[in-house]
């Protein structure tokens, strides 16, 4: 019943990439403007960062017990399950006429942390770690949506940047605050 | 004549008097009460039969899950072969039983006390017995957790506190033939493909309660998408622009219990497969080109095993695609267009737990049946996941709208306003259609989401 791909992320992770090299500077320097394009709905030129081999996913989450944790992260239903085909989908219908959920535009601050970067057995390949805290807010909201997460990422070296190859999120809610995922993380 | 006292709100409104028959509307004001909302707890949530799941997520012995009906917690659990569903209260003191949302136990054991029970609910034991840690005063038997009556259909699991109440086909009445259609058409049977994806709305249940019994015409602004760059965006041949209208004819199935089926033509989708007119396909050539969702043209035979000519036909002309079932279940068994031209289609369940009166849990369960091709599978699990529930391109924008009017339905003003259900159907079954029940033909009307409200109103205001 489960598809377990991903689960074995921290294997792909071989030495550490030492924080404040150069090359930790550039995966920085990425996610910055991951998080700066999403927030002002630069949905096309986040595109622009995405490999065409990528895979997306955001599996569920279960309160389970500790000698069960593994089970609480839960791979084969998922909140999100896309590829390079579906998230450009996605990206069209943000920027058509109707994508009412996200028109008015959430407004969405994307707070990235605790990044760990990793070499792979690929030279062009990167493994990273990293905390993600969403906060959102819709309408005249007096509440804000919180949405932290990790997100488990495969980066490709591709010119002077990287291109997103996989990326696995890991909520810590398991009922979800907010009423949909109708925005990356 | 006067309302009876137990159909009267502290403001001295009555029950009645937010329903009004003859105009078809529903005072606003139902949508965020919360007065109204405890009385629902024990007159609808207390009364009908409530979807908890699906036995393949419980497959071996002590398998267990915790599932909501109405706000009260319980678990869900495979003993000896059978389903139990359990109250998840301690009946020691009241700490809940399992906080796990799902598990394997062959014994419950409460984490407070340490009294113990049997994946069925029964007592088994509290941890110092022989120094009266349970009592005499009552018997063993009597400590047992609370049980719920309980039907599986399908393999789906149903539960009512209403323990000599309506059998569930009674509560199902005519509509059973036509969710046989959707539920027992294989002969394995469906499968979840996982736990169901669990999310918060801000909203009142009925918000989403009444719009699952087959509101149609919000499909062409609400989701207009889908028609301007989306899965319905139609090829130059047939005339751009995002207008769905031509592809949401078909009958509409309701049911003085307030269930709803909207079954739609798939002549358009059959023409477009195969560039013939269907009415000159046989029925059996029809199900080939276009199997229902989670079967591929070999499986048809499955179909011809379990359903009756009759459940044939209708399948393979106008099968039900999507409604609901009292209170707070919606389906989507849809026949989604694809790039290249063919369809894949998506089985998805949901319930819309009440949370407080403005407050829902969205629920969603995605299927498949135990013979669907393992390709096939994760080509539905994708597309279902992408269009539906939690990140559905689709349900994103249900979700924000259902709180916009639970707020609406706050103001002084608002309240008295009223949701209207005044497009009526005239038209009686299509020619030559086999199924019962109330079926009218032709492009959706209101009539499923007033018979929803109409037995919402009987069950509020019947005896106690
Ligand atoms: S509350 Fe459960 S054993 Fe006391
Ligand atoms: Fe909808």
Same mark, same amino acid.
């Given at each position: 019943?489960?598809?377990?791909?991903?689960?074995?992320?921290?294997?792909?992770?071989?030495?550490p990439v030492g924080i404040g090299s150069e090359l930790y500077n550039?995966v920085l320097?990425?996610?910055?403007? %991951?998080?700066?394009?999403?927030?002002?709905?630069?949905? /096309?030129?986040?595109?622009?960062?995405?490999?065409?081999?990528?895979?997306?996913?955001?599996?569920?989450?279960?309160?389970?017990?500790?000698?069960?944790?593994?089970?609480?992260?839960?791979?084969?239903?998922?909140?999100?399950?896309?590829?390079?085909?579906?998230?450009?989908?996605?990206?069209?219908?943000?920027?058509?006429?109707?994508?009412?959920?996200?028109?008015?535009?959430?407004?969405?601050?994307?707070? $990235?942390?605790n990044v760990q970067v990793?070499?792979?057995?690929? *030279?062009?390949?990167?493994?990273?770690?990293?905390?993600?805290?969403?906060?959102?807010?819709? !309408?005249?909201?007096?509440?804000?949506?919180?949405?932290?997460?990790?997100?488990?990422?495969?980066?490709? $070296?591709?010119?002077?940047? !990287?291109?997103?190859?996989?990326?696995? &999120?890991?909520?810590?809610?398991?009922?979800?605050?907010?009423?949909?995922?109708?925005?990356?993380? | 004549?006067?309302?009876?006292?137990?159909?009267?709100?502290?403001?001295?409104?009555?029950?009645?008097?937010?329903?009004?028959?003859?105009?078809? +509307? $529903?005072?606003?004001?139902?949508?965020?009460?919360?007065?109204?909302?405890?009385?629902?707890?024990?007159?609808?949530? @207390?009364?009908?039969?409530?979807?908890?799941?699906?036995?393949?997520?419980?497959?071996?012995?002590?398998?267990?899950?915790?599932?909501?009906?109405?706000?009260?917690?319980?678990?869900?659990?495979?003993?000896? =072969?059978?389903?139990?569903?359990?109250?998840?209260?301690?009946?020691?003191?009241?700490?809940?039983? #399992?906080?796990?949302?799902? =598990?394997?136990?062959? &014994?419950?054991?409460?984490?407070?006390?340490?009294?113990?029970?049997?994946?069925?609910?029964?007592?088994?034991?509290?941890?110092?017995?022989?120094?009266?840690?349970?009592?005499?005063?009552?018997?063993?038997?009597?400590?047992?957790?609370?049980?719920?009556?309980? #039907?599986?259909? @399908?393999?789906?699991?149903?539960? #009512?506190?209403?323990?000599?109440? *309506?059998?569930?086909?009674?509560?199902?009445?005519?509509?059973?033939?036509?969710?046989?259609?959707? !539920?027992?058409?294989?002969?394995?049977?469906?499968?979840?493909?996982?736990?169901?994806?669990?999310?918060?709305?801000?909203?009142?249940?009925?918000?989403?309660?009444?719009?699952?019994?087959?509101?149609? !015409?919000?499909?062409?602004?609400?989701?207009?998408?889908?028609? %301007?760059?989306?899965?319905?965006? /139609?090829?130059?041949?047939? @005339?751009?622009?995002?207008?769905?209208?031509?592809?949401?004819?078909?009958?509409?199935?309701?049911?003085?219990?307030?269930?709803?089926?909207?079954?739609?033509?798939?002549?358009? /989708?059959?023409?477009?497969?195969?560039?013939?007119?269907?009415?000159?396909?046989?029925?059996?050539?029809?199900?080939? &080109?276009?199997?229902?969702?989670?079967?591929?043209?070999?499986? &048809?035979?499955?179909?011809?095993?379990?359903?009756? *000519? +009759?459940?044939?036909?209708?399948?393979?002309?106008?099968?039900?695609?999507?409604?609901?079932?009292?209170?707070?279940?919606?389906?989507?068994?849809?026949?989604?267009?694809?790039?290249?031209?063919?369809?894949?289609?998506?089985? #998805?369940?949901?319930?819309?737990?009440?949370?407080?009166?403005?407050?829902?849990?969205?629920?969603?369960?995605?299927?498949? +049946? /135990?013979?669907?091709?393992? %390709?096939?599978?994760?080509?539905?699990?994708?597309?279902?996941?992408?269009?539906?529930?939690?990140?559905?391109?689709?349900?994103?924008?249900?979700?924000?709208?259902?709180?916009?009017?639970?707020?609406?339905?706050?103001?002084?003003?608002?309240?008295?306003?009223?949701?209207?259900?005044?497009?009526?159907?005239?038209?009686?079954?299509?020619?030559?259609?086999?199924?019962?029940?109330?079926?009218?033909?032709?492009?959706?009307?209101?009539?499923?989401?007033?018979?929803?409200?109409?037995?919402?109103?009987?069950?509020?205001?019947?005896?106690?």
């Open positions: 019943m489960t598809s377990s791909e991903n689960v074995n992320f921290f294997d792909q992770c071989s030495s550039l320097g990425f996610y910055y403007s %991951e998080a700066q394009l999403l927030d002002n709905l630069r949905f /096309k030129e986040w595109g622009d960062t995405l490999a065409e081999d990528l895979k997306y996913s955001v599996p569920l989450r279960q309160t389970r017990l500790v000698k069960e944790q593994e089970s609480s992260v839960i791979h084969s239903m998922r909140h999100m399950y896309d590829d390079y085909r579906s998230i450009m989908g996605r990206v069209m219908r943000l920027s058509g006429e109707s994508a009412w959920a996200e028109d008015p535009a959430s407004r969405v601050r994307r707070f $990235v942390s990793y070499a792979t057995t690929k *030279p062009d390949e990167l493994c990273v770690v990293s905390y993600l805290l969403i906060t959102r807010n819709r !309408f005249d909201d007096d509440h804000f949506d919180l949405i932290p997460c990790e997100r488990r990422d495969l980066l490709r $070296v591709s010119g002077d940047s !990287f291109k997103l190859a996989n990326r696995e &999120v890991i909520l810590d809610q398991v009922l979800l605050g907010t009423p949909n995922l109708a925005i990356f993380l | 004549m006067k309302p009876k006292s137990h159909n009267l709100l502290a403001d001295g409104t009555s029950i009645s008097d937010l329903i009004d028959i003859e105009m078809r +509307e $529903v005072k606003l004001r139902t949508l965020s009460d919360q007065q109204l909302y405890d009385l629902e707890q024990q007159r609808i949530f @207390g009364k009908t039969w409530l979807m908890l799941g699906h036995e393949s997520e419980i497959p071996n012995e002590g398998d267990f899950v915790q599932r909501f009906m109405g706000e009260d917690s319980v678990i869900v659990s495979r003993h000896k =072969g059978e389903i139990y569903v359990s109250l998840n209260v301690c009946p020691h003191r009241g700490m809940k039983i #399992t906080t796990h949302d799902a =598990g394997n136990a062959k &014994v419950h054991k409460c984490i407070y006390h340490g009294w113990a029970f049997r994946p069925n609910g029964q007592f088994l034991a509290s941890p110092v017995a022989d120094q009266c840690m349970h009592g005499t005063i009552r018997d063993k038997e009597d400590l047992g957790l609370q049980q719920a009556r309980v #039907t599986l259909y @399908g393999g789906l699991i149903f539960a #009512t506190w209403n323990i000599d109440g *309506p059998s569930f086909d009674e509560f199902l009445g005519d509509a059973k033939w036509y969710y046989d259609m959707l !539920f027992c058409r294989s002969d394995k049977g469906m499968e979840v493909a996982g736990p169901p994806q669990r999310f918060i709305i801000r909203a009142n249940w009925k918000a989403a309660g009444e719009q699952s019994a087959a509101d149609g !015409f919000h499909t062409l602004t609400l989701h207009r998408w889908l028609g %301007e760059v989306g899965n319905y965006k /139609k090829g130059e041949e047939e @005339g751009e622009g995002g207008d769905l209208t031509p592809e949401m004819f078909g009958a509409e199935v309701s049911s003085p219990h307030g269930h709803a089926l909207r079954c739609i033509d798939l002549g358009r /989708k059959i023409r477009r497969l195969t560039g013939k007119n269907p009415d000159e396909l046989s029925t059996e050539e029809k199900l080939k &080109v276009l199997p229902p969702p989670g079967m591929n043209p070999e499986m &048809v035979e499955q179909l011809k095993k379990n359903l009756s *000519p +009759e459940q044939l036909q209708v399948m393979a002309w106008m099968p039900p695609q999507v409604g609901g079932m009292f209170p707070n279940v919606l389906f989507g068994f849809v026949y989604i267009p694809q790039a290249d031209g063919s369809v894949v289609g998506s089985m #998805t369940l949901h319930t819309y737990v009440p949370k407080g009166p403005d407050k829902l849990e969205f629920t969603n369960w995605i299927f498949v +049946e /135990k013979d669907t091709p393992p %390709e096939l599978r994760e080509k539905m699990v994708m597309q279902t996941i992408q269009l539906f529930g939690t990140s559905g391109m689709v349900e994103q924008d249900d979700s924000d709208t259902w709180p916009h009017m639970t707020l609406t339905a706050k103001g002084a003003q608002g309240r008295h306003s009223t949701l209207k259900y005044q497009a009526i159907y005239e038209t009686d079954k299509p020619d030559g259609w086999p199924g019962p029940g109330i079926v009218n033909e032709g492009f959706t009307k209101d009539d499923t989401q007033w018979h929803w409200w109409l037995y919402w109103y009987e069950l509020m205001t019947a005896e106690q």
